[in-house]
């Protein structure tokens, strides 16, 4: 069955730097375009960004600011976020989801990101 | 970017209850809208895509109707396991953003 685990989470102090991973498994993960979204504690959904197959193509929210990257290494069937410049109002839990057409289908359970010093 | 307003924010309902949902964009997205439905602690699951299409294994009490601008997400039936917290999201344009939310409560 299709399982995206992630990983990386944890604190992390303000202007500090963090790699998110997602490992997929259970599909053909070169198939998907793959997303990260992210939910504060309490809040609701916010999509950060999404990457294309190949990785060619990649779309970011605007409030990142430039401070996110995502990436993707398919030989190893994992997703990743590279966050850097970490603010207070980055704490939340963050999510690896298959793309499809824009729509999310399958969701990892969520590594929680805590800014704070 | 596209807004999505979600309303109401919250409803307490019984089982057995018809409900709705409604979402409204705020500029057209034809059918790109999708609805997910999120238990506490957990991911959230994909209910329905494109407006009206039931995702693989939801039951069938679960529908959605809409183009446009405004769409309804209706729950034919409340079950015990159907409350939870629910969301829109537009899948027309980027950024791809989510409606704020309707917690759907036991009365």
């Known amino acids: 069955q299709v399982q995206l685990v992630e990983s990386g989470g944890g604190l992390v102090k303000p202007g500090g730097s963090l790699r998110l991973s997602c490992a997929a498994s259970?599909?053909?993960?070169?198939?998907?375009?793959m997303s990260w979204i992210r939910q504060a504690p309490g809040k609701g959904l916010e999509w950060l960004s999404y990457i294309s197959e190949s990785g060619r193509t990649v779309s970011y929210t605007d409030s990142l600011k430039g401070r996110f990257t995502i990436s993707r290494d398919n030989a190893k069937k994992s997703l990743y976020l590279q966050m850097s410049s970490l603010r207070a109002e980055d704490t939340a839990v963050y999510y690896c989801v298959t793309t499809v057409g824009s729509t999310f289908y399958w969701w990892g359970q969520g590594t929680l990101v805590t800014v704070s010093s | 970017d596209i807004q999505m307003t979600q309303s109401p924010s919250s409803l307490s309902a019984s089982v057995g209850d018809r409900v709705t949902i409604t979402c409204r964009a705020s500029?057209?997205?034809?059918?790109?809208l999708n609805w997910y439905q999120q238990k506490p602690g957990k991911a959230p699951k994909l209910l329905i895509y494109?407006?009206?299409n039931l995702q693989r294994g939801v039951p069938s009490r679960f529908s959605g109707s809409g183009s446009g601008t405004d769409f309804t997400l209706t729950i034919g039936g409340l079950q015990p396991e159907d409350f939870a917290t629910y969301y829109c999201?537009?899948?027309?344009?980027?950024?791809?953003?989510f409606g704020g939310g309707t917690k759907v409560e036991i009365k």
């Open positions: 500029e057209t997205i034809t059918n790109y």
């Open positions: 259970g599909f053909t993960f070169s198939d998907f375009y």
């Open positions: 999201q537009q899948s027309y344009s980027t950024p791809l953003t």
């Open positions: 494109a407006a009206s």
